[in-house]
């Protein structure tokens, strides 16, 4: 079946530096690559999401890239603030949205 | 508020008992989703439903689990004989589709404590 990791489990950053992580996928169906966030106690919400016909995509402090060759996607948040610790979730889907969810990240921002 | 909604927020239970829980996705939303999320993990897809026809269901779902969309509006998830192993955070989600290019919109969850 499809399999869906992230990597690392936790990250620790330092308030101010980059954070990275790192979704792997199997499916090669696999054409829609979104990025969740839930804040502890909240509901999952949507922060940004690509498709496989492009590699990069930026929204301010976000930004996604793709490298469907080599099965994998990775959210950035450059310039990290306390509100940027939650929980993120990659969930890699396919034409139809039939989304396979990660475990998670805990992103924890160190003031 | 438009959003999702689901009810009860939290719901405790003895084992053997059956458990409803209720989603009202966006009103003009086509699609509506049932997810089940233990601590630390990512939500596990249960099923979802185009309207009012159910077209997936996981194959890990236990026959205890049954949902209906009767009007292609609000949402039930019914889980009869509870089990221990059925604690979790179900969360339902509703999007448009195809117009609405992926994004599901998630309620606040139903917590199942069961005892």
């Known amino acids: 079946g499809e399999n869906v990791e992230q990597h690392p489990s936790t990250l620790s950053v330092q308030e101010g530096d980059s954070a990275v992580i790192k979704c792997t996928y199997s499916d090669s169906a696999s054409n829609y690559f979104p990025w969740y966030k839930q804040e502890l106690g909240k509901r999952p919400q949507l922060i940004i999401d690509i498709r496989s016909n492009v590699g990069e995509k930026k929204d301010q402090r976000i930004a996604v890239t793709l490298n469907k060759t080599a099965k994998h996607f990775s959210l950035h948040i450059t310039e990290t603030q306390p509100e940027d610790s939650a929980v993120y979730f990659c969930?890699?889907?396919?034409?139809?949205?039939?989304?396979?969810w990660g475990a998670g990240t805990k992103l924890i921002i160190k003031p | 508020d438009t959003g999702v909604s689901q009810d009860p927020r939290h719901k405790i239970t003895k084992r053997g008992q059956n458990v409803t829980f209720r989603c009202d996705p966006i009103s003009e939303h086509n699609r509506l989703y049932w997810y089940r999320q233990t601590l630390g993990q990512g939500p596990e897809f249960l099923t979802y439903?185009?309207?009012?026809?159910?077209?997936?269901k996981s194959r890990l779902l236990s026959d205890r689990f049954s949902a209906e969309r009767p009007k292609g509006s609000f949402s039930t998830l019914e889980i009869q004989r509870t089990e221990q192993g059925d604690s979790a955070m179900y969360l339902c989600?509703?999007?448009?589709?195809?117009?609405?290019?992926?994004?599901?919109?998630f309620g606040e969850g139903s917590r199942l404590t069961v005892l």
């Open positions: 989600a509703s999007s448009l589709e195809p117009h609405n290019t992926g994004e599901l919109f």
């Open positions: 969930a890699p889907g396919d034409s139809n949205y039939q989304l396979i």
């Open positions: 439903f185009q309207n009012e026809a159910q077209l997936e």
